[in-house]
């Protein structure tokens, strides 16, 4: 049903290995394009080299957003008042739709969908570590609302502006459902500061243990980040990793203190000659080791993924014989 490329998946591989040659004048006039700020669309000529960038970055993508109903989803059952339930279930719905965009998306290029998915469930897409770490509390809504989605919005309102016109589209729409979802975490997190002891150790609890994993969310270092330069001279990137971390940094200082949370961070330090707050070294080997599947919950995350995949394989199916009915029935 989802499948736009008809190769086989060992045909695709090959493909993807092979070396493209591509016409320097093809190349220089689709750098021109971009340098006029144009967008790309699924139609139109474009490098190799490209295309697949487009693909490794929105499926990651789309795969952050389905794993990251996870780490949420654990709480719908347990959230302490109907109206934080309802504003929960809503918020997962909508990461679920998110995902389902950027796999739209990621099919203008010409990948299947189940491809793509396929790869995740094998374990050979990444998606990102955030969603590594468990939801230990109520107060972990709150904070993965406030942190997470404030970072996702920080790096992804540049997005908006990429280069790839279906991208960037859908990147528009996506925002403006991830700043309700920033805001509805923030007042949670500030509605448990006004509470009791408990609840504002719950909450300080919390930001301890989301603050540093949100600031890897932005990836490596701009040393180490071994794709920023080409994707920022094609404009999928507008920013680096490390220019778009410390917006976030200084965004979200301030607003951790007016509620009187801590940053735990006995280095944070405010440079008044520069304007930007300072952290102390953030523990870049537990980065790569989440990445390389050793975070507390990896493999719970594909368990689960993997098992509701199976599960909803009589619908996958039930929905190609509806559509195949409804071709021959059009056909007729
Ligand atoms: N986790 O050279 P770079 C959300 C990998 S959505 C895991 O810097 P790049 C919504 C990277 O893939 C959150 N892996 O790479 C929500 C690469 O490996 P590769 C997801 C990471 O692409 C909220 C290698 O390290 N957002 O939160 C991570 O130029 C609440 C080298 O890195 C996006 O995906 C990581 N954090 O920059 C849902 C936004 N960082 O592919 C539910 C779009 C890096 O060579 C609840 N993506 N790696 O094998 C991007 O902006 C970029 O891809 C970056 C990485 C900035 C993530």
Redesign the pocket.
């Known amino acids: 049903m989802y499948t736009t490329d008809l190769r086989s998946a060992e045909e695709k591989r090959k493909a993807a290995r092979a070396k493209v040659v591509e016409d320097p004048e093809k190349l220089a006039e689709f750098q021109a394009r971009i340098d006029r700020d144009e967008f790309i669309e699924p139609k139109d000529w474009m490098p190799e080299a490209y295309r697949r960038t487009l693909i490794?970055?929105i499926s990651?993508?789309a795969h952050?957003?389905i794993v990251?109903?996870l780490?949420?989803g654990n709480w719908i059952t347990r959230a302490p008042t109907f109206r934080r339930k309802l504003i929960l279930l809503a918020?997962v719905q909508d990461?679920a739709g998110?995902g389902l965009y950027l796999y739209s998306a990621a099919e203008t290029l010409g990948v299947a969908r189940d491809e793509l998915v396929d790869q995740l469930h094998e374990g050979k897409a990444?998606?990102?570590?955030?969603?590594n770490y468990p939801t230990l509390t109520w107060a972990d809504i709150g904070a993965?609302?406030w942190l997470?989605?404030g970072?996702?919005i920080t790096?992804?309102i540049p997005?908006c502006r990429c280069s790839y016109g279906p991208y960037a589209r859908a990147m528009q729409r996506i925002c403006k459902e991830?700043s309700f979802?920033q805001r509805q975490g923030y007042e949670a997190m500030a509605a448990l500061m006004r509470g009791s002891k408990e609840q504002r150790r719950m909450a300080q609890d919390a930001m301890n243990r989301w603050w540093w994993p949100a600031l890897?969310?932005?990836?490596?270092p701009d040393s180490?980040?071994?794709?920023?330069a080409q994707?920022m001279k094609w404009k999928i990137?507008r920013y680096s990793?490390d220019e778009?971390r410390q917006r976030f940094i200084d965004a979200t200082v301030p607003q951790a203190h007016a509620i009187g949370l801590e940053v735990p961070d006995p280095e944070l330090k405010f440079n008044e000659e520069t304007g930007h707050w300072e952290t102390g070294p953030i523990d870049w080997d537990e980065?790569w080791a989440?990445?390389a599947g050793d975070g507390p919950c990896n493999y719970d995350r594909m368990d689960a993924r993997r098992s509701a995949h199976d599960e909803g394989a009589w619908v996958r199916e039930a929905a190609a014989a509806h559509a195949a009915k409804r071709a021959g029935t059009r056909a007729a």
């Open positions: 490794r970055q990651q993508h952050s957003e990251g109903m780490p949420e918020k990461e998110h990444k998606y990102s570590t955030i969603f993965i609302g997470v989605d970072a996702a790096n992804q997005l991830e979802h890897m969310m932005f990836g490596p180490v980040s071994i794709h920023s994707s990137k990793n778009l980065f989440v990445v």
